[in-house]
């Protein structure tokens, strides 16, 4: 099972989770285009950048024209929003964004987890404000860069096919924030009601805000489980540095992705033990008996083989391979069960399983199962398509299944390789 694991320790900001994507792996092709897809007069520039000595990725959206404040004007009063609708001023944000994500050349996967995003947003402002959802005026998504922002993570985000993500504890930041209506305190209200009682949080480091209630939302409709990371094995690490940079607290977001033992027969190199004894003059019968003992006293393996020596003599050799703690046992029992027994031998030998999992493969026909095998170092031995579903795919387009089974390989060694 992939999952991607978010550490938070200095909260998180969609520009930074944007930049550490990029980082563990997300071709910067496809956010450009996602930018491109939006179609609203923006750019993304991806910057690498040392935050306490660490190379990481900046990401930063700004308007094609320079003539406008990105960051402090409504982005329903820029002029794309004005030219495309009569009275801008009647539009509801939720609605607005709906339509702006539905409308664009992207994945529905991505629509879905972006338009999930929004919407969670607006149900925990109107439940903090008690007012009606149509209602609610988005402090959070004033700027038209928390839009794109927002987007972008979740095209990285489905690109990355994540089947599970985690998250650390959150550092939420503290201090206040000020608005024309007031201040509130960090976290908002409508930050607290967005994590519920699943995420752990804590503050520190300067007084500021360093978990918005968007990126709240975003983790909501990610599903993230907020429990400690399983057991993985880590294929890329990214890390996503944000605008301002700290005394006492490295800014950046760090997204460590792998693999977990989830369904898999993975295991470590294992030692074992051989053992080995030359006996003659045994019947078959005696020597039956005797491997069915050996079993019985949790040897691995037990086999015998003939011996032929100079003199033409025939013997037999029994060879047990047992777990170390096991060695001991098995050669007292040996030396008590075969007559004129003198000598056992044993050495240490390693050996490895081959790591099997089932994955899904996304492809123009929709999902396909896929059996893997890989060593411990990753290298892909076989990939085995469900052969039923190729054929059927095969029937349906008038195709051979064997170009189906070739088509679904490719993806996925294709994903694996990227």
């Known amino acids: 099972m992939?999952?991607?694991?978010?550490?938070?320790?200095?909260?998180?900001?969609?520009?930074?989770?944007?930049?550490?994507?990029?980082?563990?792996?997300?071709p910067a092709e496809i956010l450009y285009e996602a930018v491109d897809a939006l179609d609203?007069?923006?750019?993304?520039d991806l910057?690498?950048?040392?935050?306490?000595?660490?190379?990481?990725?900046?990401?930063?959206?700004?308007?094609?024209?320079t003539e406008i404040d990105l960051e402090?004007?409504?982005?329903?009063?820029?002029?794309?929003?004005?030219?495309?609708?009569?009275?801008?001023?009647?539009?509801?944000?939720?609605?607005?964004?709906?339509?702006?994500?539905?409308?664009?050349?992207?994945?529905e996967k991505a629509k879905e987890l972006a338009i999930d995003t929004f919407t969670f947003l607006a149900q925990a402002e109107a439940e903090v404000r008690a007012l009606p959802i149509e209602e609610i005026y988005f402090h959070e998504v004033r700027a038209l860069n928390t839009v794109v922002t927002v987007t972008l993570c979740c095209v990285g985000c489905d690109w990355l096919h994540i089947d599970q993500w985690y998250a650390s504890p959150l550092n939420v930041g503290s201090g206040m924030l000020?608005?024309?209506?007031?201040?509130?305190?960090?976290p908002t209200p409508a930050t607290l009601q967005l994590l519920g009682d699943k995420a752990s949080i804590f503050s520190e480091g300067p007084q500021k805000e360093l978990l918005t209630s968007t990126c709240a939302a975003l983790l909501k409709a990610l599903k993230i489980k907020f429990e400690p990371?399983?057991?993985?094995?880590?294929?890329?690490?990214?890390?996503?540095?944000?605008?301002?940079?700290?005394?006492?607290?490295?800014?950046?977001?760090r997204i460590c992705i792998g693999d977990t033992k989830v369904g898999k027969k993975q295991t470590m190199n294992h030692e074992v033990i051989v053992t080995e004894a030359e006996f003659a003059d045994i019947q078959p019968e005696r020597i039956q008996k005797l491997q069915q003992e050996l079993y019985s006293r949790t040897a691995q393996l037990v086999y015998t083989q003939p011996i032929v020596s100079f003199t033409h003599k025939v013997t037999d050799k029994l060879t047990v391979i047992s777990l170390p703690e096991d060695a001991v046992t098995i050669r007292h029992y040996l030396f008590s069960q075969i007559p004129l027994l003198h000598t056992v031998h044993w050495h240490t030998e390693y050996y490895e399983d081959l790591i099997h999992s089932e994955e899904l493969v996304l492809t123009p026909w929709g999902e396909i199962k896929i059996k893997v095998g890989q060593l411990l170092d990753n290298k892909i031995i076989f990939v085995i398509p469900?052969?039923?579903v190729c054929e059927s795919v095969a029937q349906k387009h008038d195709l051979h299944p064997d170009q189906i089974s070739k088509t679904v390989k490719t993806l996925f060694l294709t994903r694996k390789n990227s």
Do not use: W
Request: aromatic share 8%; hydrophobic share 40%; net charge neutral.
């Open 229 to 253: 990371c399983p057991a993985m094995c880590i294929t890329h690490v990214g890390y996503g540095a944000g605008r301002i940079e700290y005394d006492n607290l490295p800014n950046f977001l």
């Open 40 to 44: 609203i007069g923006v750019r993304l």
């Open 47 to 65: 910057m690498h950048i040392k935050r306490n000595m660490i190379e990481t990725i900046k990401a930063h959206v700004s308007l094609v024209s």
């Open 72 to 107: 402090s004007t409504p982005y329903y009063e820029l002029p794309i929003f004005i030219e495309r609708h009569e009275s801008p001023e009647n539009l509801q944000l939720l609605s607005t964004i709906i339509a702006l994500i539905s409308n664009a050349p992207i994945s």
């Open 178 to 186: 000020k608005y024309p209506q007031g201040s509130l305190p960090v």
């Open 2 to 26: 992939k999952i991607g694991y978010l550490d938070c320790f200095a909260g998180m900001s969609s520009s930074r989770f944007i930049g550490a994507l990029v980082d563990a792996g997300v």
């Open 386 to 388: 469900d052969g039923q």
